[in-house]
């Protein structure tokens, strides 16, 4: 056809036609289409075989992609006529110029090339970040790093902060972790009976790992407070519950709650004694009471009685909310955010 042997404009020295043109745009395109095919290959594969493989087969499939970009892009230079040799000297010498005002867009590409070999975070890691945010890693691309929280809210965070910043991986190593959950009882209380209630707390939340025996879920006595005796139930988290931290302390303050109810173990309150006994004397004592008596306002109106809970109204509001967080299922075509 005579319009694609049209010369559309000059490159390099060489005429550039509509047919080269054409031709070069589909092979860039063929690179692209067979890049996500091996990307879902290998994504297929990866949920075929052990889940400690996952990362290695996402590490692969994101090489990929991006060295058959690179081919087509390349292979689509040739069929423009432009030697991809002395294109190579001109990228390398336009790189050194665009290196400083690209700065960050380069660090970001270069840590997210670490990030992938090095594995230290992983998609599927549950990490937190210096400022606080904690979530799981969905994805790690060419510039940046998605982490969705416990909220499921997607943040993009630059992969150059993942590598020079302090990120804490909670499931690196290994997916079970323990956690401390504090609580206090009053003075008074005994204290084998509240051992006993953080056990039956324990016992009570799904999360809570028995085996091995040393990793038994346990009750520390850690301090005495102002107003309270101050204790830790220490537990071993199950690999599922590992990252949700949110939902699993709500869910066994929750229970402890229900089991110092049960046995009628008192959670006080601050409070402070005043004693003047040592300041005035018996008589100034009893003189300043009796004034104060007399000075005493009027009692007020008495306050209504609060209202009584039915036995349903109990049964249903006992639930412990955290657990039906933790096992509702997903929004259709929704991962179950990590929390």
């Known amino acids: 056809m005579p319009f694609l042997d049209a010369v559309l404009f000059s490159l390099g020295g060489n005429a550039v036609t509509a047919l080269r043109l054409l031709e070069a745009v589909g092979v860039v395109l063929i690179a692209w289409l067979v890049s996500r095919i091996v990307q879902k290959a290998l994504i297929r594969l990866s949920r075929r075989g052990q889940p400690s493989f996952r990362p290695m087969f996402y590490t692969v499939a994101r090489l990929s992609h991006y060295f058959l970009l690179l081919v087509g892009f390349l292979v689509g230079l040739t069929f423009l006529g432009i030697d991809v040799g002395k294109f190579t000297l001109f990228m390398s010498a336009l790189g050194v110029g665009l290196g400083f005002g690209m700065q960050q867009v380069v660090n970001n590409f270069i840590s997210g090339v670490i990030l992938l070999f090095e594995q230290s975070i992983k998609v599927g890691d549950f990490v937190e ?84 025996a040393s990793r038994g879920p346990q009750v520390w006595l850690v301090g005495f407070g102002d107003s309270s005796l101050n204790f830790e139930l220490v537990v071993w988290l199950t690999p599922e519950a590992t990252k949700r931290p949110a939902t699993v302390h709500a869910a066994y303050c929750w229970a402890i709650a229900t089991a110092l109810a049960k046995y009628g173990i008192e959670i006080p309150f601050p409070q402070r004694d005043l004693h003047v006994r040592s300041v005035l004397g018996h008589r100034d004592l009893a003189a300043l009471q009796a004034t104060l008596h007399d000075r005493q306002p009027a009692p007020a109106a008495a306050e209504p009685a609060a209202a009584e809970l039915s036995e349903r109204e109990r049964d249903a509001l006992s639930r412990n909310d955290a657990l039906s967080d933790m096992f509702a299922p997903p929004p259709p075509g929704q991962a179950k955010p990590a929390k």
Request: hydrophobic share 40%; charged share 25%; proline share 5%.
């Open 129 to 212: 970040l210096e400022d606080g945010v904690a979530g799981m890693d969905n994805e790690i691309s060419l510039r940046s790093t998605r982490i969705t929280t416990n909220d499921n809210i997607d943040v993009i965070v630059p992969n150059s902060m993942l590598v020079s910043g302090k990120v804490t991986n909670w499931t690196l190593r290994d997916v079970v972790r323990r956690v401390r959950i504090p609580f206090g009882v009053a003075y008074g209380s005994d204290k084998e009976l509240v051992k006993k209630a953080g056990l039956e707390a324990a016992a009570a939340v799904p999360f809570t790992l028995n085996e091995p």
